[in-house]
Structures are given as C-alpha cells and as structure tokens.
C-alpha cells in the first residue's frame, strides 16, 4: 500500500514586514525557519506542524502559515 504524499504547508514570508527580530525562529518548535541576515526565511519546510506560533507571535506580521 502507497501511503499518499504529504501536503506541505505554505509557509509566506513579507520580507518588508520582517524587521529580523527572530521571534519566529526562536519559537518555533521544530526548527523549520532560520534568519538569513537581518530577515526570517524557511530552512526546513518538511518539519513544519502548521503550530501557527511563528505566525501568532511576530509583532509586525511579516509571516503567515496556510494550509
């Protein structure tokens, strides 16, 4: 039996929200994102559980998790 691919989240980044306060990163519990300079992106979108917390937590509402 062929188990069906896994539907990855879509994970948007406003690169000109992100004032690269690592709060996303910091909270999130698998690791997914990472900063590259002084802005947030994702690093392992494989791992992502669609917590939400990068997206509850920034400040200025730079990144957002869609199904």
């Known amino acids: 039996m062929v188990e069906p691919a896994k539907k990855l989240p879509n994970i ?5 929200l992100c004032k690269g ?3 996303c990163v ?3 519990p698998t690791n997914v994102l ?3 300079g002084s802005v ?3 690093k ?7 917590c939400q917390l990068c997206d ?9 998790v869609f199904d």
Do not use: G, W, Y
Request: proline share 3%; hydrophobic share 40%; with cysteine.
């Open 12 to 16: 948007v980044i406003h690169e000109n």
């Open 21 to 23: 306060c690592s709060i």
């Open 26 to 28: 910091d909270f999130c």
């Open 34 to 36: 990472e900063m590259k």
């Open 40 to 42: 947030v992106s994702v």
């Open 44 to 50: 392992n979108l494989e791992a992502c559980t669609r």
């Open 56 to 64: 509850l937590r920034c400040p200025d509402f730079a990144i957002q």
